[in-house]
């Protein structure tokens, strides 16, 4: 994750931490979906993001959010695997999981640099190397 786009997540992930505190749980929610779009990629902040959606989730009683929370974070982790994110998806149960979205003007300069194919290179190499690792470690 660049500078610029750790930052801009950062932001946004505690101002909907604050939000969340004082009770304002639709505008935790907002800014938690712009939060997911700047982190997505990454699984940390991914993961996060979907945390929160389904605090805000079960603090509203909101059987669907909470349900479509809990698909997202089991779906963070082949997400992440094969690199494959629906880019601008805002993350709530209320939009497919799968549907790209177009990306909020003032957020757009944060995302132009991501390659999806270096992305899915990098994981691949990792995911071989952690492979190696276990077949030498078993075999021993």
Request: net charge positive; no cysteine; glycine share 8%.
């Amino acid at each position: 994750m660049t500078n610029k786009l750790m930052v801009s997540f950062r932001r946004e992930f505690a101002t909907a931490r604050v939000h969340f505190r004082v009770g304002e749980f639709d505008a935790a929610f907002y800014r938690l979906e712009r939060a997911h779009i700047l982190g997505q990629r990454f699984f940390v902040p991914h993961m996060r993001t979907h945390w929160w959606m389904l605090q805000v989730g079960m603090i509203r009683g909101d059987i669907k959010e909470i349900v479509g929370q809990l698909f997202r974070l089991l779906a963070v982790i082949p997400g992440y695997l094969f690199g494959w994110v629906p880019i601008g998806n805002t993350g709530g149960a209320d939009v497919s999981a799968i549907r790209p979205m177009p990306i909020p003007e003032d957020l757009s300069p944060r995302l132009a640099h991501y390659d999806i194919r270096s992305a899915v290179a990098e994981r691949l190499r990792a995911w071989i190397l952690i492979g190696l690792l276990l077949v030498l470690a078993v075999s021993h």
